[in-house]
């Protein structure tokens, strides 16, 4: 059913696009815009939304196809839509530089309906000579038609996560499987992941591979071995699967080998081959002949001499040397609060009310709203009025949660011109100030860095926000120079953020690495645009620990009174 104002946004928003390249009337299209930026401009969620239909904004026939959705799930106009225009051109909407308009222009001047024939058009001159196209974006679309549909070699974790959820749900319903475990690349938390593997333990190899062959995304089975099934899936990505069978007692050690790195297990072997033994996936072959096995992971380490090496961290070997001096990690159970999080009072999907339900259902202790300032007006940012009313709002709704400290704060732009989206007047009012990039991701590292500088000299500003702006596979960062932003920091005591979200991850474990031997304070936050958003937060403990981070790095595993303390002064 229909949870959450998005998904109406989304649909409007949809219905807007399809009659674009329909070459609607603009009047009828700009009504389905103007009804999705009405309800996103209005504050409450869903939920608190009795009277969504007489919204200004709404009219007669946006309010039928909005209450139809509301009451079925279901849109017949834009299955419709859908029948009325060629199938082909949809997936072109999301080739860089071409939008709804564009595209439109394209299919009724020249008769694009699908990737080949915009190729062939492009080819032939027929774009470039259209009134609005140039040489240039003509390059720009063939780019991005290239980029469309071929098959990436590695995908960024984030993609790969709802694959997994998806399989592990599945083979959590195989009853001849005693337990599975993640391994390879997705196991240590690489930023792509070129494919999934995984450890599963049975007693009867045959039952569980036939069960294996029988999951329903297969499109191809490339070994239906004795113990190891390979398939590909085809789901929201094409990915394939690497599935070994193994036997109870060599679950651990299968385990450690397909977890790898592949530098890691080469690294552990000398350290076995130095003491006269032998690793192999089915256990670990002493000089007598005997072949020990482990019943964790923790034991397999303890038999070399070693510290458990958490899977985040098996990277080229050298990790077994440091761990004998380091291996107090932070984890997501030290997390006490998050300090980033948005509701609709800017682009967040869920009301202040729910925004903290949701964080006290964590476990919080103190918990930021911190929505987008007046500059985002994409994100309806808040200007200087709006913020000091959510503001007051915000300490109302606290008072009536005494288990949770809820502050105030601000997600503040810094401006191209490095400048503030806020004077200190005005900061000066909030708890806690984020100040964050998202515009002029093209500027000069030396603009870029005159705008961090700023942000983090201002006496208000205690966080730079997602530093790099980086979107993994999809977004180069933009030209920071992190280790001088590092010194920026610790001079100015500005936190950074490991921005939690699985797309973002800013900060890389070398970047992390970095800020703990500079003394800089991270902040572990998820950004959350929705409450299910809360939950990056197990990802971001796992991405601080690739950085060797202890919990003493990490600002919000601050008690509740010292995280008050820390709020009084920068
Ligand atoms: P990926 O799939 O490229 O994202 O990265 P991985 O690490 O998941 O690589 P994958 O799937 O080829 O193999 C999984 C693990 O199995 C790997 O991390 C270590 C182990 N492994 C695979 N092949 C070898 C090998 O030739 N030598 C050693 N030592 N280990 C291997
Ligand atoms: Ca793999
Ligand atoms: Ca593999
Ligand atoms: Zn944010």
Redesign the pocket.
């Known amino acids: 059913m229909v949870k959450s104002k998005k998904e109406i946004i989304h649909l409007l928003e949809e219905i807007a696009t399809y009659m674009e390249l329909k070459d609607e009337n603009p009047f009828k299209i700009s009504a389905f815009k103007k009804a999705a930026q009405s309800i996103e401009n209005d504050q409450r969620s869903l939920a608190e939304m009795d009277d969504i239909l007489s919204l200004k904004g709404i009219g007669k026939t946006t309010g039928q196809i909005i209450q139809h959705f509301l009451q079925t799930g279901k849109s017949p106009e834009l299955d419709q839509l859908k029948k009325e225009v060629p199938a082909g051109l949809i997936p072109l909407l999301d080739v860089q530089g071409l939008g709804g308009k564009k595209l439109a222009r394209l299919y009724h001047e020249l008769g694009v309906i699908d990737r080949e024939t915009l190729l062939r058009e492009a080819q032939n001159g027929h774009i470039e000579a259209l009134k609005g196209f140039g040489e240039k974006s003509v390059q720009k679309i063939m780019e991005g038609v290239k980029e469309l549909g071929t098959r990436p070699d590695?995908y960024p974790i984030d993609d790969v996560l709802p694959v997994a959820e998806e399989i592990e749900e599945y083979l959590a319903s195989i009853r001849e499987i005693k337990q599975f475990h993640r391994?390879?690349?997705?196991r240590?938390l690489?930023e792509?992941?070129?494919?999934l593997?995984y450890v599963i333990e049975a007693e009867h190899a045959d039952q569980v591979r036939a069960s294996l062959l029988q999951l329903p995304l297969i499109s191809e089975v490339t070994n239906a071995g004795d113990t190891k099934v390979s398939i590909e899936v085809n789901t929201s990505i094409q990915i394939a699967i690497?599935f070994r069978i193994v036997k109870p007692d060599k679950f651990i050690t299968a385990l450690h080998?397909?977890?790898?790195?592949?530098d890691h297990?080469?690294r552990m072997r000398q350290i076995a081959k130095d003491q006269g033994e032998k690793i192999s996936e089915y256990g670990v072959l002493e000089a007598n002949g005997h072949t020990l096995t482990f019943s964790s992971e923790e034991a397999f380490f303890k038999h070399f001499k070693l510290p458990f090496i958490p899977a985040e961290l098996r990277l080229d070997g050298t990790e077994i040397e440091k761990i004998k001096t380091k291996h107090d990690f932070v984890s997501v159970a030290d997390i006490r609060g998050d300090l980033h999080m948005h509701t609709t009072w800017s682009d967040g999907a869920y009301s202040i009310q729910e925004m903290i339900e949701a964080c006290i259902k964590k476990g919080y202790e103190y918990m930021v709203i911190t929505d987008h300032g007046k500059f985002l007006r994409v994100a309806n940012g808040l200007n200087e009025k709006r913020l000091l009313e959510q503001n007051q709002e915000i300490k109302k709704a606290a008072a009536n949660y005494p288990e949770i400290d809820v502050y105030a704060g601000v997600e503040m732009d810094i401006l191209t011109d490095a400048t503030l989206d806020f004077s200190d007047e005005v900061l000066q009012q909030l708890d806690f100030v984020i100040a964050s990039i998202h515009s002029g991701f093209s500027q000069t590292e030396q603009e870029i860095m005159k705008r961090l500088e700023t942000a983090c000299s201002n006496p208000y500003v205690r966080l730079i926000a997602h530093p790099t702006g980086r979107i993994i596979g999809k977004r180069e960062p933009y030209k920071v120079r992190v280790k001088e932003l590092i010194k920026m920091a610790k001079e100015t005591h500005t936190a950074l953020e490991l921005n939690a979200n699985p797309k973002r991850l800013d900060l890389n474990a070398e970047h992390l690495q970095m800020a703990q031997e500079s003394g800089v304070k991270l902040a572990i936050n998820t950004d959350a645009h929705d409450t299910t958003h809360l939950d990056f937060m197990d990802i971001g403990a796992r991405v601080a620990v690739k950085g060797w981070l202890s919990k003493s790095d990490i600002i919000n595993t601050m008690t509740r009174k010292d995280f008050k303390q820390f709020l009084k002064k920068k």
């Open positions: 590695r391994a390879g690349s997705l240590r690489r792509t992941v070129r494919d593997d690497d080998h397909f977890t790898g790195s592949k297990n080469i």
